[in-house]
């Protein structure tokens, strides 16, 4: 800040915000350029069949239409899939799901390219497809792909399970039905392919523009020297606009490839809902035994995850959830199998939480279904069992380092949740009332398996006015990635954040930092930073203690300034110093690069330290239920989270009140509706998500007691906020109408049965 202090912690302004907010910033759909011509996909209405052949003359007649391009035409490897090859980006042979691709179109208009897509047509041969991960495993079940239907299994093997029992004198047993959940960004899939002589630019509304460049270079059989990838501002993600907008730039890279003319892809809503990447949905079945003294004994958890019709990021995502499986819970007997199965369903990707949000819902209906059998309060069950002081090791033999801050999360939590108001009053009808806990142990940055992209590239650049532009590897989606990265180079460069400019990133300007994933935009963009101002001052240090009469290693930065430690009247601007290093040619310039620690981790038992670092929450929420209408409103969530250190307070602040809302939707209404692998209800009428009337009282507690890894010890928070909501909620619900919910979403359907099952005669009670 200009009077000497620091941004850390502050609430100024957004350096996207205002932009946003009165439509100056333009999106994709923004974007026209000369000549452009306006791309459509061919996709397939069925989720399994063979495909004989596919004929374009039809689409080629409607008026308009520049190109219709299908697998023959790819000039390169017809590939798409991130992980494994297992993804053709046009099919030939097989279509495995609803939104498989045919051929690719460009037109004129829009209008005219749709329309000749629809006007492709694809011999079919229909086949009988296999849309249940359980049905998927059985013997003699349709294959998905000639590899067979299980992509993979993840465990974790600690302890004596029988030992363990014996001590046990409650054991519970349950098997819970998780549903997927669709992103609703507000700007659905979005890219603009650009041709030049020998190379290809490509502006999309993305997540990792590295993944984009290597797609698109693979399809074109280009370097990857040869196609630029540069984010165009991006309306939202949450973990959609991860790995599947290599698709769609594919897509459109190609036919720009074909016309030599810029090609633009936007995604009608119902097709952007019905084709692209979802949650994944999963089947946890849990068995747990706690003594009498409600100390856990043992835990055995079978996590199978649906990953659809193609593996994507789904054994990432299984990973995650098999590291997650236990929460932040003292369990020393643990057993965990975690596997992932094709079907002909939409395939899941990223989301926000990755895997961790669905066990997490799993492990906290399995405490309170625990401390029902034990005649303890949920709260006090939890007590006894979260990670703390004296037992700070997680369920695959990670030690953590002191302090862990579960408990006092829990504490904050309970604490604000007692004294938190309800945002609005009911309306008229027989209400009961609940109120539920949830406890979420994240682990920070990738996971052991993904650590090879565990890094992030900066670039700062000072200006001879004192202010500085710095470009980042990392995305800004929406989550306040432009505002931390700000924050960070602003107070290491001791100068105020407006005087701060933050690039999108661009693959010709910055290294390949991997995704925007894990909550690590500020962690990984913000150590890059800080290495990039270390390297910067080993030149402008030197410069400034010669202008201001002291030794380099005197020179302090704060308020525009370099000041002598101890003498603060000794001070000279910033910009005078950055003006002699210019008129002397010293470089202004510094790169700085990020790298995960390595860690040990045994894939085969999964013990080891999965994560380098782990942030802890509880969200506690109250709720009021309508018995007979299955209607749950929730009034209030009390969220306590351990932060590390406050960034820029508003957006973490906004981050935990944006995922509690997200979270909120996937535990009550967003209900992936699925017949044979095709969605029937691809739009926000029928797909309901929460509205701001739906919104709760949120009242936070940040804890900044336990430093992280993050730059000046912060923690990631984007995932944290949305993890433990729906188990809570879910708790809370349980809790007001007396009776055990074990599938989400909690629907209005699944309430009403749930309380006919425990009170067949409810609708005659007062």
């Not at 100056?24 to 452009?36: C, F, K, S």
């Not at 309430?751 to 609708?763: D, L, N, T, Y």
Request: contains cysteine; glycine residues 10%; charged residues 20%.
């Amino acid at each position: 800040m200009t009077d000497g202090g620091t941004p850390l912690g502050g609430s100024h302004a957004r350096p996207d915000a205002l932009a946003k907010v009165t439509g100056q910033t333009r999106y994709v759909g923004d974007i026209a350029l000369p000549g452009m011509l306006h791309a459509a996909v061919a996709a397939a209405d069925v989720s399994s069949a063979r495909v004989g052949s596919v004929d374009t003359s039809r689409a080629l007649e409607i008026p308009g239409v520049e190109a219709v391009m299908t697998a023959q035409d790819v000039p390169g490897a017809n590939l798409i899939g991130v992980i494994f090859p297992d993804q053709p980006l046009l099919v030939e042979d097989r279509v495995r799901m609803v939104g498989d691709r045919f051929a690719v179109v460009a037109a004129r208009s829009p209008e005219a390219a749709w329309r000749s897509a629809t006007a492709v047509s694809a011999q079919l041969e229909p086949l009988a497809g296999v849309h249940d991960p359980v049905e998927a495993l059985k013997a003699g079940a349709d294959a998905v792909h000639d590899s067979g239907n299980l992509v993979h299994t993840f465990r974790v093997e600690r302890g004596d399970i029988k030992k363990a029992e014996a001590r046990a004198t409650v054991v519970v047993e349950a098997e819970y039905r998780i549903g997927g959940q669709e992103h609703a960004y507000l700007e659905p899939q979005a890219c603009l392919a650009i041709p030049e002589a020998g190379r290809v630019t490509v502006l999309a509304s993305c997540q990792c523009p590295f993944y984009i460049q290597q797609g698109v270079a693979r399809v074109l059989g280009l370097p990857l020297s040869a196609v630029r990838v540069e984010q165009a501002p991006t309306g939202g993600a949450f973990g959609g606009k991860e790995d599947y907008p290599s698709e769609p730039a594919a897509c459109a890279a190609l036919l720009a490839w074909r016309t030599r003319r810029p090609v633009r892809l936007l995604y009608p809503r119902e097709h952007d809902l019905q084709a692209t990447t979802k949650r994944h949905a999963m089947r946890v079945h849990h068995r747990w035994g706690a003594d009498r003294a409600g100390r856990l004994r043992f835990a055995e958890v079978d996590v199978l995850l649906d990953a659809g019709a193609y593996a994507g990021l789904s054994t990432v995502v299984a990973e995650r959830a098999n590291a997650s499986a236990i929460g932040p819970y003292d369990v020393a007997a643990v057993r965990v199998r975690t596997r992932v199965a094709y079907t002909n369903n939409l395939f899941g990707g990223a989301f926000r939480g990755f895997g961790a949000p669905q066990v997490t819902w799993a492990h906290e209906a399995t405490m309170d279904r625990l401390a029902r059998e034990l005649g303890l309060h949920p709260v006090e069950l939890r007590r006894r069992n979260v990670l703390g002081e004296r037992r700070r090791v997680t369920s695959t033999g990670q030690r953590l380092p002191a302090p862990v801050m579960a408990k006092a999360c829990l504490e904050k939590a309970v604490a604000a949740s007692s004294a938190g108001q309800p945002a609005r009053a009911l309306p008229p009808g027989r209400w009961l009332h609940g109120t539920g806990t949830a406890l979420v142990l994240y682990g920070c940055n990738l996971h052991h398996g993904g650590q090879h992209l565990d890094r992030s590239s900066a670039v700062v650049i000072l200006q001879a006015d004192g202010s500085a532009v710095v470009r980042v590897g990392l995305t800004e989606m929406g989550q306040g990635n432009l505002v931390a990265a700000q924050t960070v180079a602003a107070t290491a460069l001791g100068i105020d954040p407006v005087k701060v400019e933050v690039w999108q990133p661009d693959t010709t300007t910055v290294a390949d930092s991997g995704p925007t994933v894990a909550s690590r935009g500020a962690h990984a963009s913000g150590l890059a930073i800080l290495e990039a101002v270390r390297r910067l001052r080993r030149r402008l240090d030197p410069v400034a203690a010669e202008l201001l009469g002291c030794e380099p290693s005197q020179v302090m930065l704060g308020g525009d300034a370099a000041r002598v430690f101890g003498e603060p009247e000794q001070t000279i601007a910033m910009e005078q110093v950055v003006q002699e290093m210019v008129r002397r040619r010293i470089e202004t310039i510094a790169t700085g690069w990020y790298r995960s620690r390595r860690r040990r981790f045994d894939p085969a038992t999964g013990l080891g330290s999965p994560y380098e670092f782990y942030a802890m929450a509880c969200h506690v929420a109250r709720v009021a239920v309508d018995p007979d209408l299955g209607l749950v409103r929730v009034e209030h969530v009390a969220a306590a989270h351990d932060v590390g250190k406050v960034l820029h307070r508003d957006a973490l602040e906004g981050q935990i009140q944006g995922g509690i809302v997200q979270a909120m939707g996937w535990a009550l209404t967003e209900e992936l509706k699925l017949s044979r692998g095709r969605l029937l209800n691809p739009g926000f009428t029928d797909y309901l998500i929460p509205t701001s009337d739906d919104a709760p009282a949120i009242s936070i507690a940040l804890l900044e007691d336990a430093p992280g890894s993050g730059p000046f010890g912060s923690k990631g928070i984007g995932e944290p906020s949305f993890i433990p909501t729906a188990a809570a909620i879910r708790n809370a619900v349980c809790d007001a109408i007396g009776a055990e919910v074990d599938r989400l979403p909690l629907t209005p359907p699944v309430i009403v049965e749930a309380v006919a099952a425990r009170h067949p005669f409810s609708f005659l009670l007062p």
